[in-house]
């Protein structure tokens, strides 16, 4: 999904619509994705708090590294 958006963005566009037509596309991928997290924390919970417990390390020591 995020490289048909890509290539919307690599190819020049004489008209001043394009973006807005973009901009639509990226709303629609972000309401989509909106709901896959909204099912998975509600349905597998352990996976969600598996998943931010990950991140939270990850951000963690990239903070530290600095």
Same mark, same amino acid.
């Given at each position: @999904?995020? +490289?048909?958006?890509?290539n919307?963005?690599? +190819?020049?566009?004489?008209?001043?619509?394009?973006?807005? *037509?973009?901009? *639509? $596309? =990226? $709303?629609?991928? %972000?309401?989509e994705?909106?709901?896959?997290?909204k099912?998975? @924390? +509600?349905?597998?919970? &352990?996976? =969600?708090?598996? =998943? =931010? %417990? &990950? *991140? /939270?390390?990850?951000? /963690?020591?990239?903070?530290?590294?600095?």
């Open positions: @999904m995020i +490289t048909i958006a890509r919307h963005l690599s +190819t020049p566009s004489s008209d001043e619509g394009g973006a807005g *037509a973009i901009l *639509a $596309q =990226a $709303q629609e991928y %972000l309401a994705a909106r709901e896959i997290v099912d998975v @924390m +509600t349905n597998r919970p &352990a996976l =969600a708090l598996g =998943a =931010a %417990l &990950a *991140a /939270g390390v990850v951000l /963690g020591w990239l903070i530290k590294r600095r």
